[in-house]
């Protein structure tokens, strides 16, 4: 498994156009022509739909208190999710002390000890 880590990490740096990523990698036979050509076939896809993203008028669409409600309750749902996930991290430690502490009260209030421990 680690050699395939590896071997992923050489390919995605032959990719991005490193120059020392070794010479058996599967894209190592990739001529700097077909990566110019990748490299302007990205950015004339990228370049264009950025500007549209810029000439975007706003749509002036009225959105009702429904979707306001829902966006609201969405928001506190995740809000409390995240909240009950952290009380229950910090409070886990709380927890175990509180059971260690009622297990020794229990066996000194009784005088009996397990003979093993």
Same mark, same amino acid.
């Given at each position: ?10 390919? *995605?740096?032959? &990719?991005?156009? =490193?120059?020392? @990523? =070794? ?9 700097? +022509? ?6 302007? *076939?990205?950015?004339? #896809?990228? !370049?264009? @739909? #950025? *500007? *549209?993203?810029?000439? @975007?008028?706003?749509?002036? @669409? ?5 979707? =306001?409600?829902?966006?609201?309750? $969405?928001?506190?749902?995740?809000? !409390?999710?995240?909240?009950? $996930? &952290?009380?229950? !991290?910090?409070?886990?430690? &709380?927890? #175990? ?8 009260? $229990?066996?000194?209030?009784?005088? !009996? +000890?397990?003979? =093993?421990?």
């Amino acid at each position: 498994m680690p050699g395939c880590v590896l071997d992923l990490r050489r390919d *995605l740096h032959m &990719i991005r156009g =490193g120059k020392n @990523a =070794g010479t058996h990698s599967r894209f190592a036979d990739r001529s700097s +022509q077909e990566n110019k050509t990748m490299r302007d *076939l990205r950015l004339a #896809v990228l !370049v264009p @739909a #950025v *500007l *549209l993203a810029l000439h @975007a008028a706003p749509a002036m @669409a009225y959105i009702g208190p429904g979707a =306001g409600i829902t966006m609201l309750s $969405a928001l506190w749902g995740v809000i !409390v999710a995240v909240a009950l $996930a &952290i009380g229950a !991290v910090l409070f886990w430690p &709380i927890r #175990v002390l509180l059971r260690r502490r009622r297990r020794n009260g $229990a066996v000194a209030a009784t005088g !009996v +000890q397990d003979e =093993g421990h």
